[in-house]
């Protein structure tokens, strides 16, 4: 079974509609998780990080929420733009194998205008 | 301040080369770890470096090596290439002060290789 699922894989909205994207991990002891966003080709710009003890972060538009006992997290991202259109990613960090993030497969984010 | 610097940008190798990725973290950052994310996936933990020590490794074959300098930059070296090598190389830098787990983690660009 996969450590960080992120479903849909995909998905595609009109422009100003508020969405929200899941994240579900297994083995709630970890550190923290945090949201990226990659744009085609690109790397890895962070967008949110929320630790453990922590219930949620936000930062502009977007809100990211953790619940560790059901071992999910959700992106809420506010009246979306085609600008938003771009591959989201959560990434855990683990108490056990610290050293290291363990990402999702990602959602691919369409904007229509 | 400047982010995380890759270089090269793209690469095209044959099966069985030989290639060198380089990455130069965060000023201050002295936590350097190495990604490969195969088209689709999401990236996967190759290793990590701190102080010049590596602290982790993925489940990569020992093809793939690294080390990290005096100045805290970094190399991803990895031999006798395979078709399924091709994938985009991400480096992330992140902890000024000691090896802190709850600190965000940077991501450079990446290195486009293509294995042919």
């Known amino acids: 079974k996969q450590e960080v699922t992120q479903i849909p894989a995909a998905l595609s909205v009109p422009e100003g509609e508020n969405l929200v994207l899941n994240c579900s991990f297994t083995?709630?002891?970890?550190?923290?998780l945090q949201w990226f966003r990659q744009d085609p080709g690109k790397g890895l710009t962070s967008l949110l990080l929320?630790?453990?003890?922590?219930r949620e972060q936000t930062s502009g538009r977007l809100n990211a929420s953790l619940d560790k006992s059901s071992g999910r997290s959700t992106l809420y991202i506010a009246a979306s733009q085609p600008g938003d259109s771009a591959t989201y990613l959560c990434?855990?960090?683990?108490?056990?194998?610290?050293?290291?993030?363990?990402f999702g497969q990602g959602t691919r984010l369409t904007i229509n205008p | 301040d400047a982010g995380v610097t890759q270089s090269p940008t793209h690469l095209i190798k044959t099966r069985g080369q030989h290639v060198t990725l380089r990455c130069s973290p965060i000023?201050?950052?002295?936590?350097v770890s190495w990604y490969q994310q195969v088209l689709g996936q999401g990236p996967q933990f190759i290793f990590q470096?701190?102080?010049?020590?590596?602290?982790g490794r993925g489940n990569f074959p020992d093809r793939f090596s690294a080390r990290q300098f005096p100045n805290y930059s970094s190399e991803l070296n990895v031999n006798a290439l395979l078709l399924g090598d091709s994938a985009l190389y991400l480096c992330?830098?992140?902890?000024?002060?000691?090896?802190?787990?709850?600190?965000?983690?940077?991501f450079g660009p990446g290195t486009r290789l293509l294995v042919l």
């Open positions: 992330a830098s992140s902890s000024r002060d000691r090896m802190l787990v709850q600190e965000t983690q940077y």
């Open positions: 083995d709630s002891a970890i550190y923290n």
């Open positions: 929320i630790q453990s003890s922590q």
């Open positions: 990434a855990k960090r683990g108490i056990q194998g610290a050293q290291k993030l363990v």
């Open positions: 000023s201050g950052h002295k936590s």
């Open positions: 470096y701190y102080e010049k020590e590596e602290r």
